[in-house]
């Protein structure tokens, strides 16, 4: 080959490989292109979604695993405080731990200590320094909980609910004064603010904040929350979300509860209707200041039962002539007998005018999921409801059945639970305007952590 021919191969290779590589280099742009396109592409798509659909997606979705790495980095931040509830019948703390997330910086709750003392705060009205060493033992528990280093960064407080408003003014002070005097020689931290007496209005809205917040449904979607009914022994509290009109025109009812993603309108009332509260007006009716007294709704085997209630003990007996009786058939191995009975039709006759004297059934709560709690749970899994480890969910009906079939017994050993069943029917139907087949839920924790009003007054107090 000649040196001629060699040059123009040389020539015509090296002309051809540029154009080569030029192609290879636009098929790589054009595919990066493409990929930018889609990656925007996505990105609006899901943008849009949120957008659309934010109220769908729970608060707390994709905050957990970003947490733990957090965690495990050495960013998470613990958060505390003390909660001491004066409640009628005993009185709690709850030690709360907190963290807060690393992409917002809400609280997410991890763990909290829970003790309780009997009787109440309000049991020693008369002598208030006892009532403050009961308390005393309490906190001891919870500086054991949480490490001594955040002791004077931990707020605490105590609220007082209705055994205390419903003592003398001068009685619940001397109580409230004697809390605060203790309160400054402790290492924690508080102020003038720190004790006082809660509003039923407050009880119920922390109430519910605290069950939607650990069914984590609190996401600015008030339709996505659940009602809370708390029965405790001087009052009842009844709250849910408002959405309707017939809730949202009575605004003396409507107040705005705190969430992870902004306040959320609810409906509250809190009625003189504790458990307590109503035993007390019942077996006393008609027999003012007396403390033997004789009731339609106790069982005529009990004679003088002691029944103490806001620092006064009551004798309590059944009727002792004119009362019904039920015939239990004998059998080879048990002798036939006649056994004395409750009415359960009058009983229930007199706490349906009680009841009704003091509540109005609001219309929108039974388009609600319910969960009840308190003495609503306490006596479901006494007369074997629901299970105490796991709770569960019952129909309105149920209580009354219950209450029905424990009239129906000469049961020494719960004298009282013929009435304090049949109270609870009675305020749920009657009182609530539920229907007999509406669901009820009962437990007393939800993924481990105690249901108290004590969780959403400390996440109050912790953001306000």
Known sequence: MSNSELRKRKNKEHNEKPKTNKKRKDKTVTSIQTSLLCLILSGTILTVFIILYTDQIPWHIGHRALDSIAKKLGYHKPVHAVVMDAGSTGSRVLAFTFHESYLDGHLVLDKELFEYTKPGLSSFAKDPQKGVATLQGLLEKAKDE????????????????????????????????????????????????????????????????????????????????????????????????????????????????????????????????????????????????????????????????????????????????????????????????????????????????????????????????????????????????????????????????????????????????????TFIWVLLEKGLGLQENTKIYLYKKIDGHEISWALGAAYDLLRG
């Not at 002070?173 to 020689?185: A, H, N, P």
């Not at 996505?224 to 009842?236: E, K, Q, R, Y």
């Not at 705190?258 to 809190?270: C, D, E, K, N, Y």
Request: hydrophobic share 40%.
């Open 146 to 421: 949480i490490p001594q280093e955040y002791w004077s960064k931990t707020p605490l407080i105590l609220k007082a609910t209705a055994g205390l408003r419903l003592l003398p003014a001068n009685q619940a002070e001397g109580l409230l004064q004697s809390v605060k005097d203790y309160f400054k020689t402790v290492p924690f931290l508080t102020n003038d603010a720190s004790v006082e007496i809660m509003d039923g209005v407050d009880e119920g809205i922390f109430s519910w904040f605290t069950v939607n917040f650990l069914l984590e449904k609190i996401n600015g979607n008030a339709a996505n929350t659940v009602a809370a009914l708390d029965l405790g022994g001087g009052s009842t509290q009844i709250t849910f979300s408002a959405i309707t009109p017939a809730s949202l025109k009575q605004t003396e009812y409507i107040h705005q509860a705190a969430s992870p993603r902004g306040p959320i309108p609810v409906f509250t009332q809190s009625l003189p209707l504790g458990l307590m509260a109503a035993r007390h007006a019942i077996v006393t009716l008609d027999q003012p200041n007396k403390t033997n007294v004789i009731s339609q709704c106790v069982n005529p085997i009990i004679k003088n039962k002691k029944f103490s209630y806001h620092g006064t003990d009551y004798f309590v007996s059944g009727l002792q002539e004119g009362y019904p009786t039920s015939n239990i058939k004998g059998s080879d191995i048990q002798v036939g007998e006649v056994v004395p009975v409750v009415s359960f039709y009058n009983c229930s006759e007199i706490i349906m005018k009680y009841v009704k004297s003091k509540a109005k059934p609001p219309e929108e709560l039974p388009l609600k999921n319910i969960f009840a709690f308190s003495y609503y749970f306490d006596r479901a899994t006494e007369v074997g409801l629901i299970d105490e480890k796991t709770g569960g969910q019952i129909r309105v009906k149920d209580f009354k059945k219950a209450a029905e079939k424990s009239c129906h017994e000469a049961n020494a050993e719960q004298p009282f639970m013929c009435f304090d069943l």
